[in-house]
């Protein structure tokens, strides 16, 4: 059983920055960020292998975000720099996710932090 525990989410202004951190307890593998606006489908932000080798990205936040891990500490972040009010979203966490390096064929494990909220104003 995995548990993840994400913090780090909070109002702020376009261009600013944020970083989330997603504590994870139990074998966790490949990760992933997701998130979901009002109104829309969630969807995935960014993926990352077990080992931090590879990462996969929605194009609307290639060069914007970076998922990183410390697997010494069982944790992932997502530094987000640049944001833009559509970034706005509840954004969880996903262990143990279905990796390509197709974007499209990224498929979500089965376990998920309770969210947390980025809101960025214009």
């Known amino acids: 059983q995995v548990q993840l525990v994400e913090s780090g989410g909070g109002l702020v202004q376009t261009g600013g920055s944020l970083r989330l951190s997603c504590a994870a307890s139990?074998?966790?593998?490949?990760m992933g960020w997701y998130r979901q606006a009002p109104g829309k489908q969630r969807e995935l932000v960014a993926a990352?292998?077990?080992?931090?080798?590879?990462?996969n990205y929605l194009d609307s936040v290639k060069g914007r975000f970076t998922f990183s891990r410390d697997n010494a500490r069982n944790t992932v972040y997502l530094q987000m720099n640049s944001l833009k009010p559509e970034d706005t979203a509840v954004y969880y966490c996903n262990a143990n996710l279905v990796y390509s390096e197709n974007y499209y064929r990224v498929r979500p494990g089965p376990y998920w932090g309770q969210g947390t909220q980025v809101t960025v104003s214009s």
């Open positions: 139990g074998s966790i593998l490949n």
């Open positions: 990352v292998t077990i080992g931090g080798g590879s990462t």
